[in-house]
């Protein structure tokens, strides 16, 4: 499944794909930093609900997006993640600067 993004009450939603690594990180970015500089938007929210597989590719998206949203006062969210992933945010640190919704 593609990975699909969408702009709901000034909150860019992200849906990602099955598997997160170096093919689709890349896109993800440039489509989620287009739609941060190109819209009204104020916070980013991750979901993972179809989301398998994430290598440290898919941290350099969610830290990527930080950086840039937080630059405009914004905040990260992550929702649906399962143990796995939520592992891979703790491991990684981000679980500093991302807030996961139950």
Do not use: W
């Not at 699909?4 to 970015?29: A, F, G």
């Not at 939520?86 to 991302?98: A, D, E, P, T």
Request: hydrophobic fraction near 40%; include cysteine.
């Amino acid at each position: 499944m593609e990975e699909k993004l969408k702009i709901i009450d000034h909150y860019l939603m992200i849906r990602l794909p099955e598997e997160v690594d170096h093919h689709s990180s890349t896109e993800i970015s440039r489509r989620a930093d287009s739609m941060i500089l190109d819209n009204d938007v104020e916070h980013v929210v991750f979901d993972f609900s179809d989301t398998k597989f994430m290598d440290s590719s898919g941290i350099g998206v969610l830290a990527g997006r930080y950086r840039k949203i937080s630059c405009f006062g914004g905040k990260v969210y992550v929702i649906h993640a399962d143990s796995r992933i939520q592992r891979i945010l703790k491991m990684s640190g981000l679980m500093n600067f991302v807030e996961i919704m139950e």
